[in-house]
């Protein structure tokens, strides 16, 4: 019989107990076996390998290429096209919100512009009245088309049935405002003849014929798609300014004359032998001034009645 040291002995038990812990321990069937997350699945790698790379998006490295914008006007209310008169701004729209800047200009009816494709404003003016539009323009390409809520005016003049000279003439047009009998000014030398472009609306106009009080006023519609022609009456005449030593005489050289109201405000002065003076029909007093002396004289314009009128030298 073999007898074992104390030593010994414990470690043989020690031995036996961790066999049997082994042989109790529960074991797993693959079925049991969890499964692996996909981002847990590594492929294997050599420690020579480099790392894998993942691919970069595919990205155009060329900009969309340019297409065509066509652009014309028409009138708001029939949808008439306007073939004239037309300015057109082609503005682009900008990301970080700053102010658009202008891309193409014409004066075309029908303009074509060649752009990239994006967002824009389109303007067009014609005269005083304009349209505004935003559009995308596509790959595409597009046509489009900006109505305008306007028409037009012409202007002249007359003294009864007898037309005035256009170079005799002067118009300013006004937009009448509330509390103001003129209004805003649209435009302040009109000539007559001109086509004035205007949104459509009621304006005040003010003619003066020649440069003194022949002024008479009128309130015009212009109306979308039509051309309106004012014609207004002067009541005024021409008038011949002579200081003469007798009825008929030959006239002064360098005189200088006032023409005043009865009340004394001076309407017009000139310097001369006979100048001529375009006035509106009324009262006025005339005076002549030669080397230091004064005479004067009443007289009376009639409309359309041009005459001379004398002033005698006593």
């Known amino acids: 019989m073999v007898e074992l040291d104390g030593f010994e002995a414990g470690r043989r038990i020690l031995g036996a107990l961790a066999l049997l812990a082994a042989l109790l321990a529960p074991t797993l069937s693959p079925a049991q076996i969890p499964p692996q997350r996909p981002e847990d699945a590594q492929p294997a790698q050599t420690p020579g390998d480099p790392p894998a790379l993942q691919p970069a998006p595919q990205q155009s490295i060329w900009p969309a290429a340019p297409v065509q914008l066509s652009l014309g006007a028409q009138f708001a209310n029939d949808r008439k096209p306007i073939r004239s008169g037309l300015n057109w701004r082609v503005l682009s729209e900008t990301a970080d919100g700053s102010a658009p800047r202008i891309v193409a200009r014409s004066d075309s009816a029908n303009p074509s512009f060649t752009l990239p494709p994006g967002s824009y404003i389109v303007h067009a003016a014609y005269g005083f009245a304009s349209g505004t539009k935003r559009i995308t323009l596509g790959a595409q390409g597009l046509n489009d088309q900006v109505a305008i809520s306007a028409g037009a005016?012409?202007?002249?003049?007359?003294?009864?049935?007898?037309?005035?000279?256009?170079?005799?003439?002067?118009?300013?047009?006004?937009?009448?405002l509330q509390g103001n009998s003129e209004g805003r000014l649209v435009t302040g030398d009109a000539k007559a003849g001109d086509l004035i472009r205007l949104p459509e609306g009621t304006y005040h106009v003010v003619s003066t014929y020649g440069d003194s009080n022949a002024i008479q006023r009128a309130d015009v519609r212009v109306e979308t798609g039509k051309i309106t022609d004012a014609t207004l009456h002067h009541r005024a005449a021409k008038v011949t300014l002579k200081l003469v030593a007798q009825a008929g005489g030959e006239a002064f050289a360098g005189t200088a004359f006032s023409v005043l109201t009865p009340g004394g405000d001076v309407i017009r002065e000139a310097i001369g032998a006979f100048p001529q003076v375009i006035l509106a029909e009324g009262d006025y007093v005339l005076i002549a001034r030669q080397e230091g002396q004064v005479y004067s004289r009443d007289f009376k314009v009639e409309s359309g009645i041009d005459r001379d009128i004398e002033v005698l030298a006593k």
């Open 153 to 176: 005016l012409t202007l002249a003049g007359s003294i009864g049935d007898t037309p005035i000279p256009a170079s005799q003439l002067t118009f300013q047009v006004f937009v009448p």
